[in-house]
C-alpha cells in the first residue's frame, strides 16, 4: 500500500518562501510521475506542477511558473516544491500524487496515489 505524506506547510507573510515535502511510504515510486495540486476554499483543486520519472522534464501551471520549482529525490523516495514570492492567492491545502505515467502529462483524474495534504495560509 502507497502512502504519500505531505510536510512543510504553514503560515507565511507575502513575498516569503516555503518548501513542501511529499514522502513516499510502501513502495519505490522512483518509476512514477509526482505532480502537486492545491484546492483553495471554495475552489476545484488544480494543477500546480509536475515531474517526470527521471526529475529531467517539468510542468508548471502558469500561475506558478517562475515562482514556485518541483525537484524530487530518488534516494528519498521524496518530491519537493519550492515556493517562492508567495501570494495571497497561493493560499491553498497542497497535495502531492503520483502516477505511473511515460510520455505524456496525466490528466488530475489520472493520478493514482493521492496525499491528504498540507496547508499553506499566505498573509498580505
Known amino acids: 500500500q502507497v502512502q504519500l505524506v505531505e510536510y512543510g506547510g504553514g503560515l507565511v507573510q507575502a513575498g516569503g518562501s516555503l518548501t513542501l515535502s511529499c514522502v513516499a511510504s510502501?513502495?519505490?515510486?522512483?518509476?512514477?510521475?509526482m505532480g502537486w495540486f492545491r484546492q483553495a476554499p471554495g475552489k476545484e483543486r488544480e494543477f500546480v506542477a509536475a515531474?517526470?520519472?527521471?526529475?529531467?522534464?517539468?510542468n508548471y501551471a502558469d500561475s506558478v511558473k517562475g515562482r514556485f520549482t518541483i525537484s524530487r529525490d530518488k534516494s528519498k523516495n521524496t518530491a519537493y516544491l519550492q515556493m517562492n514570492s508567495l501570494k495571497s492567492e497561493d493560499t491553498a491545502v497542497y497535495y502531492c500524487?503520483?502516477?505511473?505515467?511515460?510520455?505524456?502529462?496525466?490528466?488530475?483524474?489520472?493520478?493514482?496515489?493521492w496525499g491528504q495534504g498540507t496547508q499553506v495560509t499566505v498573509s498580505s
Open positions: 500524487a503520483a502516477v505511473d505515467s511515460w510520455g505524456k502529462w496525466p490528466a488530475e483524474n489520472e493520478y493514482e496515489y
Open positions: 510502501g513502495r519505490s515510486l522512483n518509476s512514477y510521475l
Open positions: 515531474i517526470s520519472w527521471n526529475g529531467v522534464s517539468t
